[in-house]
């Protein structure tokens, strides 16, 4: 059973810093291609950053240059370090299979982020 457990979120203010952790169960972590998603109130789930299994990034175009994705296979871990954060960046991030997340049953609880003006 798929198993995602984000943690990290908080309440910062614009330019600040923050990093998230996605502790992972149930499937081959280290054959996994993996993504952040986040999801703000009132608007659809989006993807923000993706590792490949061999540590191939990518980001959305509205947070490159300022989050960093990465993984930790032994641990069965991925993480995001945020900087220089915006109050758009207010939402709910969520970690997940990429592209093709596991199911609408595997997604965790998520971890909140708020950021203020």
């Known amino acids: 059973q798929v198993q995602l457990v984000e943690s990290g979120g908080g309440l910062v203010q614009a330019g600040g810093s923050l990093g998230l952790s996605c502790a992972a169960s149930?499937?081959?972590?280290?054959?996994?291609?993996m993504g952040w998603y986040r999801q703000a109130p009132g608007k659809q789930r989006q993807l923000v950053a993706s590792?490949?299994?061999?540590?191939?990034?990518d980001y959305a175009d509205f947070v490159k240059g300022r989050f960093a994705i990465s993984r930790d296979n032994a641990k069965n871990t991925l993480y995001l370090q945020m900087n220089s954060l915006k109050p758009e960046d207010t939402a709910v991030y969520y970690c997940?299979?990429?592209?093709?997340?596991?199911?609408?049953?595997?997604w965790g609880q998520g971890t909140q982020v708020t950021v203020s003006s």
């Open positions: 997940n299979a990429y592209p093709q997340p596991w199911g609408r049953d595997s």
């Open positions: 149930g499937f081959i972590f280290r054959l996994t291609a």
């Open positions: 590792i490949s299994s061999t540590g191939s990034v």
